[in-house]
């Protein structure tokens, strides 16, 4: 039997009702989770790890790393790993872990709920049998596995806050459809040699979303000289104002003078970015920016947070960045 090993990190998955709303019960969520299903020994061996209890809105790089290392540590003693996370923030910490688990030979699946397992009609029960049956198979990278898709994780986002259906991968097909049979698509390993822990990742990195009536001296007061990497999260094919007084260009042009990156993405979850098709793209690409293709924002986002932390250069960094390291684009 395949052995797994369950972190737990917190969310929903790890909450209690409480009055109209839900919080966090570090205590019970282990026997509730054997009390709950216990059946999951019928499908691996299981072993639990509460290596953290958050909300996942409180996540950071730290916490990337603790889940990276606990993999490290725990990864030639288990067959696959199945991470309990909050929904809010669980694209970015799938992204973040496929850029820094290098090598990855084994599955390490995302799940999570919209309703607290104890709850009558909780999806958690179904989330978590399906992930962890998914990391007894042959998947050799970093996946989202919820309601009836596993998606890749640097492919994925938060789509809803109400549905089941929360998680959409809108640019690639989910790794497998999960039905009466559990359907496998797509399987692939990115590279081979040893595993390694590289969870290393660099806070310079600044989102900024385009809208209109952006007033660009309101950007006046960023500290470029502490930003290495602006994430401009534009309309549509890569397009912001270049006109008037509203006009980007100019907030380019200072972040080029600083030596910091500027990275196109868009707020349209479908299709990429194609920086050559409007004036607005065009204008981009001359004062020096980059476009990220159909990667989704917590994909762009956590893949500079990785590549400045082991990267000087910024042309190194900007041509990595057009480039997929584990599918994310
Ligand atoms: N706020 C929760 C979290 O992300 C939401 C969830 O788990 O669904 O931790």
């Known amino acids: 039997m395949k052995k797994i090993l369950l972190i737990q990190t917190g969310g929903t998955i790890a909450m209690n009702a409480k009055g109209a709303g839900v ?68 694209a970015y910490s799938a992204s973040a872990l496929s850029f820094g688990l290098k090598n990855l030979s084994k599955p390490v699946i995302f799940t999570g709920s919209q309703l607290p397992m104890s709850t009558i009609r909780s999806d958690a029960r179904r989330n978590l049998v399906n992930a962890i049956e998914l990391a007894t198979m042959d998947f050799k990278e970093v996946g989202i596995c919820f309601n009836d898709a596993l998606y890749r994780g640097n492919r994925a986002t938060k789509l809803s806050i109400g549905d089941f259906d929360a998680f959409g991968s809108p640019n690639f097909s989910p790794l497998a459809d999960i039905g009466i049979q559990i359907e496998t698509r797509v399987s692939e390993q990115f590279s081979s040699g040893k595993f390694e822990n590289k969870a290393k990742y660099s806070d310079e990195v600044f989102v900024l979303t385009a809208h209109p009536n952006l007033n660009p001296e309101l950007l006046d007061g960023l500290n470029l000289e502490k930003i290495r990497a602006v994430i401009l999260r534009a309309f549509g094919s890569g397009n912001f104002c270049i006109k ?32 050559t098709q409007y004036t607005a793209g065009r204008a981009a690409l001359k004062h020096g920016a980059i476009g990220g293709n159909d990667m989704t924002l917590e994909a762009a986002l956590t893949k500079l947070m990785f590549l400045l932390a082991h990267y000087d250069s910024k042309t190194d960094i900007e041509a990595l960045f057009q480039k997929s390291i584990v599918g994310e684009l």
């Open 244 to 275: 008037g007084k509203n006009s980007l260009l100019l907030f380019l042009d200072k972040c080029r003078k600083n030596n910091v990156i500027v990275a196109i993405v868009s707020q349209a979850d479908f299709d990429s970015v194609d920086l």
């Open 23 to 90: 919080e966090l019960d570090p205590e019970s969520w282990s026997k509730v989770l054997y009390k709950e299903i216990p059946e999951l020994s019928d499908i691996a061996e299981i072993a639990t790890f509460p290596l953290f209890f958050e909300d996942s809105s409180d996540l950071n790089a730290t916490h990337w790393t603790q889940l990276a290392d606990c993999i490290e540590q725990n990864y030639d003693t288990y067959d696959g790993f199945v991470i309990l996370h909050g929904t809010d923030t669980m």
